[in-house]
């Protein structure tokens, strides 16, 4: 164990049994999460973040299934933790989640205000409670926060929705804030205003942040460190200027070029396309579009390399890298 | 021989999507018995009724008054009905009886009520109106009762009630159909055609009337239940087939004094009803399951 | 070079229950000369995507000009806009609805070919589709599948095929990668670059994303509520934005390489409904150099600055 890990995701392997065949999402993952960190963990459509993040909370969707692995959070396994028990003291207590669609993912029937107090309502009385609420709302600058509390969800705007969502994933003070895509479906200026509100809590929440996303230039520019994922696989992990500054693998470097940049004149994709993980291709699984494939590759499945300290990619390339 | 192999590989070729969608078919179908059940039931109720003439024992409408109201024996597997006349023999030639009421219902209430829905769900405004209000007239009166009245006024026959039938189905396609429409005609794909400079005629034939027919296909499966079930009603009420016709419905009107001591009578005729509806019933529950996340996939 | 596409004052106001408008357009005057690449820029309720379908008659302005080549074709009927249909043409975002999903691709790309009789036979359709999914990148063994059976990049490419085979000169691309993942808009980026090279094309690329639009396009509109705040050469409104708007979106959005990054002006309030847009400047509640009373009475008219450059603001 780490000591200063906060959440330890190890060797974990997911399953979707659907009805083409078995969907070998995730594929041995190892990632962990410090206190106090903004982590962003990255990758395109299909790669398997989303999942990564709900099995956090022992949520993972039907048809998948975990077959094994662990995820430990302040000592405990809470993949073999009571139901009841995760669902009394872990979820929407010490890990909380926000999504991409706030205003679906809000009880309709229930007050904004009232999402809020029901989640404080074991810890303290009803008036200090709804007390507690307009505070956390002032805190998301919610303009006029009496008169919100006292709407429902549908009057409210995307922006405002996923501020109501954050002050009620923030009420009972988490260790870990698990953001899956959540600002994909606002406009780039009210995004701008959600990122900055998030990091600005963080810090003073003292909590730790896991930001799932495909947009590697917002992690770029709130994230500490940086995990990438493809088709299943963590393929590299490093602190955010390492990424950006000196990506080590192939599919990193690829995922760089595609993305504009003014400094670079020109977009280069990575030719091919992203695997059926019903039959996934043997040993790397980014091997078909790597430009650097051996024989290697093909066959066997890469070890995590580490580069530098806190950097480490999982391809054979690096094998002949710098250690520790 | 060369050519017809490459022949039959090249259309394979270009079909491949549809062969491997067959497959997927057969495959769900297999998963599912009662729709094995249902399918089963239906495709002996086809195969009875074109092979009617080479497999019934005796003449359907030959009477032998000196054997009438036989019970069941080794030459009269089902017995004899009032008049003498074989019973298995009459079921199995009401089946093409069956067969043609449904069809022809079919043939007049697919393309009208469909294309009366569609039409009014493009084009919306006034003619949505017309069509609408109309079909609301109809669906106003329950089935059987508006069927009987129109058999009534049009005359007792077996055509009269096919035509009478068509009448009270109509507005249930017309319904589904521009239900359908209407939210096909917002997809992205429909505006694409606009932009291509398609007409509106296109539009509706080739873009928005395929996909009217998977909702389409299963209500009309599950509404051949009540075709037969109508039908064998107003030949019950003697507003539909008449004597002497093989007609199941008739064949349980005409029997029905001789329920206690010659229970054969009506009751066979009533099993093949029966059989029929639950049949055609469970076939389109199938059919509903199956191409529901078979199709979904594909939009 | 001349001009292909003009509008001169175009409104659009949908009806919205009693005597209410989402004024979706209003107000707005452009020009595209033949082989620009014209951005046009703007978040949610900005009334972009609503101009471009403008702009090609799919819908029709509730008042103002449309031009194309010189020729007003703001009110023409049947066969013209059959012909327009040929000249003018869009991609869309979503590559999952925006194909037929039980139709082949062969049927798909083929559909404008057969509408406007540009082939005598079966055979002579078959080629031209071939011709072109080979242009766009794909083979032929596509031509009998189904949209389902590829991936959001491959369909992109179709829905490119089917808006190209009827060799338009102006192409509408409706955020055409917005719904595609990194790497493969990076390749359908690439693609349409060669395309416009090769085929003589004029594109409109409407676009939330300010990074996109930088790399790609030459001429940029911002678009805030159904008006036009800014127009330029894109390099130009990127070094020296001038609308507040425009500063703020630049400076917020998300940069790879922390030395591109500017300290962000972050707007604060949402962005207003178009039904009952603010009086005035549309842009003055979020406005952080709000000039004063003139910003919530007038619409500010546009100016150009420099040469080529348009503000329409009360700051100048």
């Known amino acids: ?128 409670a709804k007390k507690r609420a307009i505070e956390l709302l002032k805190e998301v600058n919610i303009p006029e926060p009496e008169k919100i509390a006292n709407q429902y969800p549908h009057q409210l705007s995307g922006g405002m929705a996923q501020r109501v969502m954050i002050a009620m994933m923030l009420a009972t003070e988490p260790s870990l804030l698990i953001a899956d895509e959540p600002t994909t479906a606002l406009d780039v200026s009210i995004q701008a205003q959600v990122l900055s509100l998030l990091q600005d809590l963080i810090k003073r929440h003292k909590a730790s942040v896991l930001l799932i996303t495909h947009d590697l230039s917002i992690v770029a520019e709130t994230c500490d460190r940086v995990g990438v994922m493809y088709a299943g696989d963590i393929v590299e992990v490093g602190e955010v200027d390492q990424i950006i500054n000196n990506p080590r693998h192939p599919y990193t470097v690829g995922l760089m070029r595609a993305i504009p940049s003014d400094s670079r004149k020109e977009l280069v994709g990575i030719r091919g396309s992203v695997p059926d993980l019903v039959n996934p291709p043997p040993g790397c699984r980014f091997h078909p579009r790597c430009d650097y494939t051996r024989d290697i590759c093909k066959e066997r499945k890469p070890k995590t390399m580490q580069m530098e300290s806190n950097h480490t990619a999982a391809c054979f390339l690096c094998e002949g890298g710098r250690s520790g | 021989m060369v050519d017809l192999r490459t022949t039959i590989s090249s259309w394979k070729g270009r079909h491949s999507s549809e062969i491997s969608d067959a ?6 179908t297999k998963k599912s018995p009662l729709t094995i059940v249902g399918l089963s ?76 829905g569609i039409v009014a769900g493009y084009f919306g405004g006034w003619v949505d109106e017309i069509i609408m209000r109309m079909a609301d007239i109809f669906m106003a009166f329950p089935r059987l009762i508006l069927a009987m009245a129109i058999g009534a006024a049009l005359g007792p026959s077996l055509v009269n009630t096919m035509i009478a039938i068509a009448i009270t189905m109509w507005p249930a396609y017309a319904r589904l159909a521009r239900g359908e429409t209407l939210s096909i005609k917002e997809r992205t794909f429909i505006e694409a055609e606009k932009a291509l400079g398609t007409s509106k005629a296109r539009i509706i034939l080739s873009s928005i009337l395929p996909l009217c027919s998977s909702t389409t296909i299963v209500r009309a499966t599950l509404d051949m239940g009540n075709v037969i079930r109508i039908a064998a009603g107003m030949s019950f009420l003697g507003l539909g087939a008449q004597p002497p016709t093989p007609e199941w419905g008739l064949m349980v009107a005409t029997g029905r004094s001789f329920l206690i001591n010659q229970w054969w009578v009506p009751t066979f005729p009533g099993f093949a009803i029966l059989l029929a509806v639950f049949g055609f019933n469970l076939l389109g529950d199938g059919i509903r399951d199956i191409s529901d996340p078979h199709l979904r996939r594909g939009e | 070079m001349g001009e292909i596409v003009r509008l001169e004052h175009i409104k659009k106001h949908f009806p919205w229950k009693k005597r209410r408008y989402v004024k979706a357009i209003d107000g707005v005057s452009l020009l595209i000369n033949k082989r620009d690449i014209f951005a046009l820029a703007g978040e949610s309720g900005s009334g972009k995507t609503t101009l471009g379908r403008v702009m090609l008659r799919l819908i029709d302005p509730t008042s103002g000009a449309i031009f194309y080549e010189g020729a007003d074709i703001t009110n023409i009927k049947t066969e013209k806009e059959i012909e327009l249909r040929r000249k003018m043409q869009i991609v869309f975002q979503d590559p999952y609805s925006s194909l037929h999903p039980r139709k082949k691709i062969k049927a798909i790309i083929g559909s404008g070919l057969k509408t406007h009789h540009l082939v005598k036979s079966e055979k002579e359709l078959v080629e031209k589709v071939e011709e072109f999914l080979n242009l766009v990148g794909m083979g032929k063994e596509h031509l009998y599948r189904y949209p389902h059976e590829l991936s959001g990049g491959q369909r992109q490419r179709v829905a490119i095929a089917r808006a190209l085979i009827l060799n338009p000169g102006f192409v509408v691309l409706d955020e055409p990668t917005s719904s595609l993942d990194v790497s493969v808009q990076a390749e359908v980026l690439n693609l349409l670059e060669r395309l416009r090279e090769n085929l003589n094309l004029t594109y409109l690329f409407i676009t939330h994303d300010l990074s996109l639009a930088r790399l790609f396009t030459e001429k940029i509109a911002v678009m805030y509520l159904g008006k036009m705040t800014e127009y330029g050469e894109t390099e130009d409104i990127f070094k020296n934005p001038m609308h507040p708007y425009t500063k703020a979106l630049v400076s917020v959005t998300p940069k790879l390489d922390p030395k591109e990054r500017t300290k962000k002006i972050i707007l604060k309030g949402e962005i207003p409904s178009p039904i009952d847009p603010p009086l005035g400047c549309g842009f003055h509640t979020r406005c952080i150099e709000k000039v004063g009373r003139i910003c919530e009475r007038e619409s500010p008219q546009s100016k150009e600055m420099e040469e080529g450059h348009f503000v329409a603001c009360h700051l100048y």
């Open chain 2, 41 to 116: 039931l239906v495709v002996a109720l086809v195969l009875v009724a074109i092979l009617a003439p080479y497999i019934s024992p005796h003449d359907p409408i030959a009477m032998h008054l000196e054997n009438r109201l036989a019970s069941p024996s080794m030459s009269h597997l089902l017995g004899t009905d009032e008049l003498g006349r074989d019973i298995l023999s009459r079921i199995v030639h009401g089946t093409r009886v069956a067969l043609l009421i449904m069809i022809i219902v079919l043939a007049i209430d697919l393309p009208l009520g469909v294309f009366l």
């Open chain 2, 23 to 28: 497959k997927e078919i057969v495959h769900a």
């Open chain 1, 1 to 128: 164990m780490i000591p200063e890990a906060l959440v330890e995701i190890n060797d974990l392997v997911i399953n979707f049994y659907t009805y083409r065949g078995v969907v070998k999402a995730i594929n041995g993952v190892n990632l962990e999460i410090k206190k106090g960190e903004f982590f962003g963990l990255v990758g395109e459509t299909g790669c398997g973040k989303s999942v990564t993040g709900s099995a956090i909370l022992n949520l993972v969707p039907n048809p998948g299934r975990i077959e094994k692995g662990e995820i430990i959070f302040k000592g405990k396994d809470i993949l073999s933790m009571d139901e009841d028990d995760v669902r009394e003291r872990i979820r929407g207590k010490e890990i909380t989640m926000i999504m991409q669609h706030p205003i679906a993912a809000l009880n309709p029937v229930l007050k904004n205000g009232d999402q809020i107090t029901e989640a404080l309502s074991r810890k303290m009385s009803e008036g200090a």
